[in-house]
């Protein structure tokens, strides 16, 4: 990506844990948020959380409802900013950007995947998978129509073009919302709680999805969620996010393993505090 003058991006708690250790000091971070505190009113959602997200890994931010998650990632794309923090993506400080034509660039290389699908009732699926091109590519009818039967494959859901939204099942409204998120081949992509309300079969096939395209587009994938289910099966990464700050940082495994109060509840079991009660 490159930058130019008109495009900016061409408590009481103990540390959290973090048992795998930093990264390579040859790798670069492509997300890293430092220090973001966010309150509103009296209620401070996120004490200043420092985290690094890597190119092509797939970041699980993990926690109750409530907790801050959704506040974090929406700053990526601009629907929320901190009130103090540092947020650099591709090394560009995204916090001081003014304008939507400051955000234009970042936004087109992001794609996000909505809580419920949010799909437009009064538009065809071909028509909400198109919908980012038209708004913001240069192809004709003919190349939109294309990338639209090339996205839809992606999510294994060929041919389904001239469906309303009210046809699908919950588990493919969600993949034609993923579709509409891939439209613009995005480099980032934030999904915000991807399995809510689905079952566990729907659940994991779009659990393995979000796999596969990390793993096949390369993309860096950063997945807002409470399910555990999901996350063991997408982490390369895990933050539990606990009281503004984070309760844990490391991968599953290390998950696992965790004496924090907040990864034992997690895991449905007693925090040792509660084990004599």
């Known amino acids: 990506m490159s930058s ?3 495009s900016p991006y061409s408590s009481g708690l103990k540390a959290p844990e973090q048992t795998s250790g930093p990264a390579p000091a040859l790798k670069t971070p492509l997300i890293s948020f430092k220090g973001i505190y966010k309150a509103f009113g009296d209620n ?4 200043g959380v420092d985290l690094d997200i890597y190119p092509g890994e797939t970041q699980v931010i993990l926690g109750r409802s409530g907790s801050g998650k959704t506040v974090l990632t929406s700053m990526l794309v601009g629907l929320q900013a901190p009130d103090r923090g540092s ?7 995204i916090t001081e950007f003014a304008s939507d034509a400051d955000w234009m660039d970042l936004r087109l290389k992001t794609g996000y995947l909505f809580q419920g699908s949010a799909l437009y009732d009064s538009m065809t699926v071909g028509e ?3 919908f980012p091109m038209v708004q913001h590519g240069k192809w004709s009818d003919a190349e939109i129509a ?4 090339e996205k839809l494959a992606q999510v294994d859901l060929e041919g389904i073009e001239a469906m309303e ?3 699908l ?4 409204a969600r993949r034609v919302a993923l579709a509409r998120s891939l439209a613009l081949d995005p480099r980032i992509i934030i999904y915000d709680e ?3 309300g689905l079952d566990p079969i729907t659940g994991d096939e779009i659990s393995d999805l979000i796999r596969h395209l990390q793993r096949t587009l390369e993309v860096t994938s950063i997945v807002v969620t409470h399910d555990l289910r999901l996350t063991e099966r997408v982490a390369d990464h895990i933050a539990l996010i606990f009281q503004g700050q984070w309760g844990f940082l490391g991968t599953y495994e290390e998950f696992l393993q965790s004496s924090h109060p907040e990864v034992l509840r997690f895991l449905h079991q007693a925090p040792p505090e509660e084990t004599t009660r």
Not at 87 to 93: N, R
Request: hydrophobic fraction near 35%; avoid cysteine; aromatic fraction near 0%.
């Open 87 to 93: 947020i650099k993506v591709d090394g560009v400080e």
């Open 194 to 196: 991807p399995t809510s």
């Open 4 to 6: 130019s003058p008109s």
């Open 169 to 172: 099942s919950g588990g493919m």
């Open 128 to 130: 909400n998978v198109a």
């Open 165 to 167: 939204p009210a046809e």
């Open 44 to 47: 401070v959602v996120l004490d």
């Open 146 to 149: 294309s990338r639209v039967r």
